[in-house]
């Protein structure tokens, strides 16, 4: 079992910045992808960024430019540095892990992330 903590969401007002982590815990394969996901109220969940171990990146197009995705396999920890916050951003975000040998999927409890206009 995989357990996926998040931390690092709140209120921000437009143009401001967030970092959000996202800690995993417990069998993890040394390949898979990490990644965020979110959702606004009323709204589909949605990619946002993805991070493969061996570092390969996809970002979704309304956040290219403003968000980045790293990981530290060591810590097996995943980031997401948001800058230029829109308040379209705001949502609950989700880490999401997924083992790709094995197509098993964990997901975190979300963390809210808010922007003022």
């Known amino acids: 079992q995989v357990q996926l903590v998040e931390s690092g969401g709140g209120l921000v007002q437009a143009g401001g910045s967030l970092r959000l982590s996202c800690a995993a815990s417990g069998s993890i394969s040394s390949i898979n992808v990490m990644g965020w996901y979110r959702q606004a109220p009323g709204k589909q969940r949605e990619l946002v960024a993805a991070?493969?171990?061996?570092?390969?990146?996809n970002y979704a197009d309304s956040v290219k430019g403003r968000f980045t995705i790293s990981r530290d396999n060591a810590k097996s920890t995943v980031y997401l540095q948001m800058n230029s916050l829109k308040p379209e951003d705001t949502a609950v975000y989700y880490c999401?892990?997924?083992?790709?040998?094995?197509?098993?999927?964990?997901w975190g409890q979300g963390t809210q992330v808010t922007v003022s206009s």
């Open positions: 999401n892990l997924v083992a790709t040998l094995t197509g098993y999927t964990y």
């Open positions: 991070i493969i171990s061996g570092g390969n990146t």
